[in-house]
């Protein structure tokens, strides 16, 4: 009897949702031959098979999440599959700290021993040590009602969360029903946002490209991109990673552009390397290879990683500016608006034309106010070239 566990997927993934089985228990199966379907939070994989033999379990059905390092399947015949070296140890001590835990009924303020009232002292909410309190007692009530104490308004002394504020929360999350998980690209979006929020010092400045050049039909993104371009040429510094570890930046000579791409499962940012010096014809291939293989879950792993800034064209389902979320180390984030009609100024004349509004969000921890402006108003610049 052998097991074989999920292997390491790469890019620092530790976890896999299971999408399809291709096989299932006795079933006799060949080396290299697939197992089944995974999604992370970058594609859909395919495992094969590490040895021959038959199937005599598999563990997790569909729609499970797998650490890596964990069983998967388990052969009759062949040697055991090793487990990757980054595994985590496959031990699981959970279940003798569940058997150690004893549901009594209902969990008051202070804990009776004998016939003592032992005192409880109150602990902090949240990883940052301060804010909401709450007692032992307390703190297992939530627990047992799996209640997030985070969520919780206090109405104790001092900020104290007491039994009745676990219990009120309990009831509306009984009312609005149970809790859908996140999976695969929208828990990953989960992690990057919460990544961007707590390493980022984001800053946005906005501005209007008027666009009364353009006489003929562009292709927009293509011009988006170009323009982009410029930015970076009239002011390096958005095009950088920075270093939170060494407090530095690294200010790169390529521009490999992060373009995010919407779709029904969560956001994708797929790149395109090296905008500066490819045409538009090749901009606009590059453009379309990319959203059929985020279309798809197709991506290969080395085209959703390596950007050196971001676009975000949201401006095809509406709206005018933004504040988008810079994903550490990049350090630039442009956003492009709805075109719309407005009255505007040109050459001393009030006319009529199409406006793109414009933001472009910065890491204001090594990009100052002056290099985000001069990076904005060279892409203004290039955009209100002629066509």
Known sequence: MSIFRLPDLGEGLQEAEIREWHVKVGDRVAIDQPLLAVETAKAVVEVPSPQAGIITRLHGAAGDTIEVGKPLVEFDGGAAAPPPPSAAPASDHGGARSGAITDTGTVVGAMQAGNDVVAEKATSVGSSGVGLKVIPAVRALAHRLNVDLTIVTPTGPDGMITAADVQRVHQVLTDVGPIEKLKGPRKAMSRAMSQARDEVMPTTVTEDAVLHTWTTPQDLTVRLIRALAAGVKAQPALNAWYDQAEVGRRVLEKIHLGVAV??????????????????????????????????????????????????????????????PAILPPTVAIVAAGSIRDAVVPVNGQIVITKVLPLSVTFDHRCVTGGEATQFLAAMVGDLQQED
């Open 262 to 323: 919407d779709t029904p499962e969560g956001l994708f940012v797929a790149v395109l390397q090296d905008i500066a010096s490819r045409t538009p014809e090749s901009l606009r291939a590059g453009l379309q290879k990319m959203k059929e293989a985020v279309t798809s879950r197709n991506v290969p792993a080395e085209e959703l990683r390596g950007y050196t800034i971001t676009l975000s064209n949201f401006g095809r389902f509406g709206g005018k500016y933004a504040t």
